[in-house]
């Protein structure tokens, strides 16, 4: 089935959100699929695609490229940079919970849900929130490692598994610290720390937009695995009288 509805998605942004599941379909079978969506009731479609549309205009829906998906990887057994360093402590729930929040809404700025202008601030930083939240109680993180200056966390990153490979999730530094190094002190940490649990692989995926995020994991010793365009579509307003 090429087309499901996101129940989770649907709940939290209070419409009918649907995900089109084949990545390579012809601009006919999208044009199909984006029609029986509006059939459902769809109101918001996602869409990752193998490449980039060059035009929307002729479709069901308005649709935007709020991505350029870039999946980064690295093998841990050859990676020379990695090391445990005295800066990063693992998160503790007697830490304040809102810095982790703070960090979290900073590493999204590129995201999608920040870029698309139909989603509300508020709903991105909503969303940004939840995650910090769960990933704090290690409902989807392994690990959180933090830096601290004082006793206020400056930078973060979740630590996970996707797939059986080791996977970076949320990595931020805060503005008034970076260009200090925090966020390649945190990568190398996590790189250590998943090979010492028996990973061989480690993922991350950022935007490509997001320049300083992709220079930082190439630091590290990543490579580029692949660059997805992503897709949101838009039921268009009403043109009745």
């Given at each position: 089935?090429?087309?499901?509805?996101?129940?989770?998605?649907?709940?939290?942004f209070?419409?009918?959100?649907?995900?089109?599941?084949?990545?390579?379909?012809?601009?006919?079978?999208?044009?199909?699929?984006?029609?029986?969506?509006?059939?459902?009731?769809?109101?918001?479609?996602?869409?990752?695609?193998?490449?980039?549309?060059?035009?929307l205009?002729?479709?069901?829906?308005?649709?935007?490229?709020?991505?350029?998906?870039?999946?980064?990887?690295?093998?841990?057994?050859?990676?020379?940079?990695?090391?445990?360093?005295?800066?990063?402590?693992?998160?503790?729930?007697?830490?304040?919970?809102?810095?982790?929040?703070?960090?979290?809404?900073?590493?999204?700025?590129?995201?999608?849900?920040?870029?698309?202008?139909?989603?509300?601030?508020?709903?991105?930083?909503?969303?940004?929130?939840?995650w910090?939240?769960?990933?704090?109680?290690?409902?989807?993180?392994?690990?959180?490692?933090?830096?601290?200056?004082?006793?206020?966390?400056?930078?973060?990153?979740?630590?996970?598994?996707?797939?059986?490979?080791?996977?970076?999730?949320?990595?931020?530094?805060?503005?008034?610290?970076?260009?200090?190094?925090?966020?390649?002190?945190?990568?190398?940490?996590?790189?250590?720390?998943?090979?010492?649990?028996?990973?061989?692989?480690?993922?991350?995926?950022?935007?490509?937009?997001?320049?300083?995020?992709?220079?930082?994991?190439?630091?590290?010793?990543?490579?580029?695995?692949?660059?997805?365009?992503?897709?949101?579509?838009?039921?268009?307003?009403?043109?009745?009288?």
């Amino acid at each position: 089935m090429d087309i499901e509805k996101l129940e989770w998605d649907t709940d939290f942004f209070q419409t009918p959100v649907y995900r089109i599941s084949n990545p390579t379909l012809s601009k006919a079978h999208l044009q199909e699929q984006l029609s029986k969506a509006l059939k459902l009731g769809a109101s918001l479609v996602y869409w990752q695609s193998e490449k980039e549309l060059s035009e929307l205009d002729s479709l069901p829906m308005k649709g935007s490229l709020v991505d350029l998906k870039a999946t980064f990887i690295t093998n841990l057994a050859t990676t020379k940079g990695k090391r445990y360093s005295s800066l990063v402590e693992t998160y503790h729930p007697s830490m304040k919970v809102e810095e982790l929040i703070d960090l979290a809404v900073q590493s999204g700025e590129y995201s999608r849900f920040s870029v698309d202008p139909n989603i509300d601030l508020e709903k991105f930083h909503e969303l940004y929130s939840i995650w910090a939240r769960r990933s704090a109680v290690k409902e989807i993180a392994l690990e959180v490692f933090v830096i601290r200056s004082n006793t206020k966390i400056v930078a973060m990153l979740t630590a996970g598994t996707k797939n059986g490979i080791a996977d970076i999730g949320l990595l931020a530094v805060d503005s008034s610290v970076r260009g200090q190094g925090h966020g390649q002190t945190l990568v190398r940490h996590a790189q250590q720390w998943f090979q010492d649990r028996g990973f061989k692989q480690c993922q991350v995926v950022t935007q490509k937009n997001n320049l300083s995020a992709c220079g930082l994991y190439q630091k590290c010793e990543f490579q580029i695995q692949k660059i997805e365009p992503f897709y949101h579509f838009w039921k268009k307003p009403s043109t009745g009288a």
